[in-house]
T-cell receptor
């Protein structure tokens, strides 16, 4: 079945450093979504990518969808303590199943 | 705007007990799902529904039952709780398969 792997599992960065998490699928995707979960909270939607090679930006966050639509990345420039949390990608498996990657937990050291 | 409401927020069960986790949404979404979150495992899909009367199994369905008698409600039943079911449970709803998911606040379940 569909597998979605995220790397790295954990990342500690100094405040001001950049951060990147990668999401890799075993199959071609119709779209991919990214979520952020703050410690003790619930996942919150960030963005959806649909087109091959698509790049979208939200302030310091840059999201990219691979040309083959089998991978995606989230890059944060100059991390801040407010970026702390776990970042998940999510994909549609089959027609209706909506599954999440394993997540990357980000810690930002002030 | 309530969004997705889960109850209870916390629960402790003894092994073998049964219980129902409640999930309700007021956005008229057709798609609803239950996930469990364990350290290092991400969010794993338990069961999902694409409309009233329609449910299907996710990645880890064993030990759980669901039903969807109305668009608003999607309860998750633990038939005979086991320590392996200790986890944080999230309910989510979506308008359709290509839109964002909205999550409830989660239920932290401990089975002793």
């Amino acid at each position: 079945g569909q597998q979605v792997m995220q790397i790295p599992q954990y990342q500690h960065v100094q405040e001001g450093e950049d951060f990147t998490t990668y999401c890799n699928s075993s199959t071609t995707l119709s779209n991919i979504q990214w979520y952020k979960q703050r410690p003790g909270g619930h996942p919150v939607f960030l963005i959806q990518l649909v087109k091959s090679g698509e790049v979208k930006k939200q302030k310091r966050l840059t999201f990219q969808f691979g040309e083959a639509k089998k991978n995606s990345s989230l890059h944060i420039t100059a991390t801040q303590t407010t970026d702390v949390g776990t970042y998940f990608c999510a994909v549609t498996s089959g027609t209706y199943k909506y599954i999440f990657g394993t997540g990357t937990r980000l810690k930002v050291l002030a | 705007n309530a969004g997705v409401t889960q109850t209870p927020k916390f629960q402790v069960l003894k092994t073998g007990q049964s219980m129902t986790l409640q999930c309700a949404q007021d956005m008229n979404h057709e798609y609803m799902s239950w996930y469990r979150q364990d350290p290092g495992m991400g969010l794993r899909l338990i069961h999902y529904s694409v409309g009233a009367g329609i449910t299907d199994q996710g990645e880890v369905p064993n030990g759980y039952n669901v039903s969807r008698s109305t668009t608003e409600d999607f309860p998750l039943r633990l038939l005979s709780a086991a320590p392996s079911q200790t986890s944080v449970y999230f309910c989510a709803s979506r308008k359709d398969q290509n839109t964002e998911a909205f999550f409830g606040q989660g239920t932290r379940l401990t089975v002793v």
